[in-house]
């Protein structure tokens, strides 16, 4: 250093602090580049953001509807199988009340004819002795849907029976087809054994021969 001009030495801390200047310009513009990267990218995710968001909130108000949709439809569904159910009970009720009216005209049916007897008119009414006459068609179709009730319950009875019987008959058909077989195979096993077939056991003549 003393043997350097105060010149020179002026110079190169010149030349040091512009390059470091230059250095401080470009680190500067460097971060002036990634704080522009850094803007963009989280503008862009704020906008992403802000997308999610309105989707959720979609979503949202979405499952609400549906949650309405659905507590509705189940509302109405009940709503129409408590109807049927009293529907069904009214329908009892009403079905119930001939049946109770068709007793209470029986009971008297029953009784010897005398006063209170009753006769059957042209039309198919009964006409009592005061001269009241009844009209008997409902109980007539109750009798007969009574007896169709009868008689298919009567018929659906028979073909069980039949079909009982028919399994029944199958299976001693096969009873009996297993005995047989057993009992051809026992006779074939005895025809094969000398003890029990005729034509191979010896004659009399040779027992006597061997007592001799």
């Known amino acids: 250093m003393k043997n350097k001009p105060l010149q020179q030495i002026f110079d190169e801390i010149f030349e040091l602090i512009k390059k470091l200047k230059n250095e401080n310009r470009q680190y500067r513009e460097q971060l002036k580049s990634y704080n522009t990267d850094l803007e963009k990218k989280t503008m862009s995710l704020s906008r992403e953001n802000e997308k999610l968001k309105k989707q959720i909130t979609d979503y949202e108000t979405e499952r609400e509807d549906l949650k309405n949709k659905i507590s509705e439809i189940l509302a109405s569904l009940r709503s129409e199988i408590t109807g049927k159910n009293t529907g069904d009970e009214e329908f009892e009720e009403i079905d119930e009340k001939p049946k109770k009216r068709i007793k209470e005209k029986?009971?008297?049916?029953?009784?010897?004819?005398?006063?209170?007897?009753?006769?059957?008119?042209?039309?198919?009414?009964?006409?009592?002795?005061?001269?009241?006459?009844?009209?008997?068609?409902?109980?007539?179709?109750?009798?007969?849907?009574?007896?169709?009730?009868?008689?298919?319950?009567?018929?659906?009875?028979?073909?069980?029976?039949?079909?009982?019987?028919?399994?029944?008959?199958?299976?001693?058909?096969?009873?009996?087809?297993?005995?047989?077989?057993?009992?051809?195979?026992?006779?074939?096993?005895?025809?094969?054994?000398?003890?029990?077939?005729?034509?191979?056991?010896?004659?009399?003549?040779?027992?006597?021969?061997?007592?001799?």
């Open 106 to 212: 029986k009971s008297p049916a029953a009784e010897p004819s005398g006063a209170g007897s009753e006769e059957l008119t042209e039309d198919g009414t009964e006409d009592d002795a005061d001269g009241n006459v009844s009209d008997e068609s409902d109980t007539d179709d109750f009798n007969d849907e009574e007896e169709d009730t009868r008689e298919d319950e009567e018929a659906d009875e028979s073909d069980e029976d039949s079909a009982e019987d028919t399994d029944i008959a199958d299976e001693d058909e096969a009873d009996e087809t297993e005995e047989k077989s057993e009992e051809e195979e026992e006779n074939s096993d005895n025809d094969s054994d000398p003890l029990f077939n005729e034509d191979e056991m010896p004659s009399d003549d040779f027992f006597a021969d061997k007592k001799e």
